[in-house]
Nanobody, 118 residues
């Protein structure tokens, strides 16, 4: 019954903005580290941003342009993407991580497509 559902993807011109959302269910959301990954065709999946209860981290390629945030009351994590570039084109995936059980556990969403093109 664990589900992560991404939304907010679409087609945008270079320099534009999108806001991705990931709604989680079936987990104690506040205890999980949440991350956004992306994967372009023919490329490996890469970590874009991570948020815990105390910190955020970003890939160098998106620093200053993307902002990750979370709303524990809504069991949701967001990725605000500004000044988008064609190289940001990818399927974006939400991931929940926890080791509260004493070992790592990961849950993944199905992804949402982001296309940056003129």
């Amino acid at each position: 019954q664990v589900q992560l559902v991404e939304s907010g993807g679409g087609l945008v011109q270079p320099g534009g903005s999108l806001r991705l959302s990931c709604a989680a269910s079936g987990i104690t959301f506040s205890s999980y580290t949440m991350s956004w990954y992306r994967q372009a065709p023919g490329k490996e999946r890469e970590l874009v941003a991570t948020i815990t209860s105390a910190s955020t981290n970003y890939a160098d390629s998106v620093k200053g342009r993307f902002t990750i945030s979370r709303d524990n009351a809504k069991n949701s994590v967001y990725l605000q993407m500004n000044n988008l570039k064609p190289e940001d084109t990818a399927v974006y995936y939400c991931k929940a991580f926890s080791k509260s059980r004493g070992y790592p556990v990961n849950f993944w969403g199905q992804g949402t497509q982001v296309t940056v093109s003129s």
